[in-house]
């Protein structure tokens, strides 16, 4: 089989069989398996699926009591994969034309690339953000401080994140016009070499949701692998739908300081909790200026953050 799609679902019936149905449609010559990851959802989610098992073979399903989190859901589903080639899809996802099958194909001819992405669209064709550089102390600092959005900053220290509207510096998607090697993508959508995934054991379950696809990038390329990220595939990324604002920022914060303690020397750490919590204060500052008390309130969670 060439490609295992894992798709994990929490409460989003509708959004996730617009998913599989775009994925059946536009996947035409791939030989590939689609396995649903249900979290426990409470939408009818799971009735939905059983009607899609019925008429279409190349899809089943795994069904959680309670909600496992983003990374132990995940490995669920690479547990049963038979596909030569892992893809990690979010629910809230559209796939176009045949770019599924062209990837695969891609990734056959390309045999040191452990992983790679297409581009992240919004509905109106606008780019997403899709991964970055990893998050050393210089780059953490930079992005704390909005320093990292300056222009032709990033010629000089490749950020974190290439793209975030909340800085003043915003230049939009100059960073994801062109195909380029990059430290990690994001966990929307991450095709992985099934070799690449055994060698390095799968997602860290000790990340809950947010940047657990950050640590499983840094561990393909330490044990050799290139990522790629290529624009001249796409798919809509709705965004957004089992969390809400507050969510993914307080899970990006614990994230990164459970990524330094993994990953990084010891007395790097509390030196990148010192630059996050100056980032909270500062945000608290500004977004409750510019944006109201509850963009405040947010950050200020993120500051008493043990």
């Known amino acids: 089989m060439d490609l295992s799609i894992v798709i994990l679902s929490y409460n989003t019936k509708t959004v996730l069989k617009d998913c599989i149905d775009s994925i059946l449609k536009n996947s035409l010559g791939l030989s ?6 249900d979290n426990a959802s409470k939408d009818g989610s799971v009735a939905m699926l059983s009607s899609f098992v019925r008429k279409e073979k190349r899809v089943r399903f795994i069904l959680n009591k309670v909600n496992v989190g983003f990374a132990a859901g995940n490995n669920q589903g690479i547990s049963v994969a038979k596909g030569k080639v892992v893809l990690l899809l979010n629910s809230d996802t559209l796939v176009n034309d045949n770019c599924l099958g062209e ?6 001819r390309h045999k040191d690339v452990g992983a790679m992405s297409p581009a992240l669209k919004n509905k109106d064709a606008s780019f997403q953000g899709t991964g970055g550089y990893f998050p050393t102390l210089v ?3 930079l992005w704390m401080f909005f320093l990292d959005d300056i222009p032709f900053m990033d010629f000089f220290i490749k950020p974190y994140h290439p793209m975030h509207a909340q800085s003043p ?11 380029s090697e990059i430290d990690w993508i994001t966990g929307a959508f991450m095709m992985i070499r099934k070799e690449a995934l055994e060698e390095v054991g799968g997602l860290d379950e000790d990340y809950f949701m947010y940047v657990e696809d950050t640590d499983l990038c840094f561990r393909i390329k330490k044990a050799g692998w290139r990522i790629w990220y290529k624009p001249q595939w796409n798919i809509v990324h709705l965004g957004g739908a089992s ?5 993914p920022i307080i899970s990006e914060f614990k994230g990164l300081r459970l990524f330094y303690k993994k990953n990084m020397p010891s007395w790097q750490y509390p030196v990148v909790i010192f630059f996050l919590k100056c980032g909270a204060l500062l945000r608290i500052i500004l977004f409750g200026l510019f944006k109201g008390k509850d963009s405040a309130k947010t950050y200020a969670k993120a500051l008493t953050l043990n």
């Not at 990837?103 to 056959?108: A, I, P």
Request: glycine fraction near 4%; avoid cysteine; charge should be neutral.
């Open 103 to 108: 990837m695969v194909s891609w990734l056959e």
């Open 169 to 179: 510096f915003y230049k939009g998607t100059r960073n994801y016009l062109h195909a």
């Open 243 to 247: 969390s809400t604002s507050e969510f």
């Open 139 to 141: 780059r953490v600092f």
């Open 32 to 37: 590939y398996e689609i396995i649903v990851v």
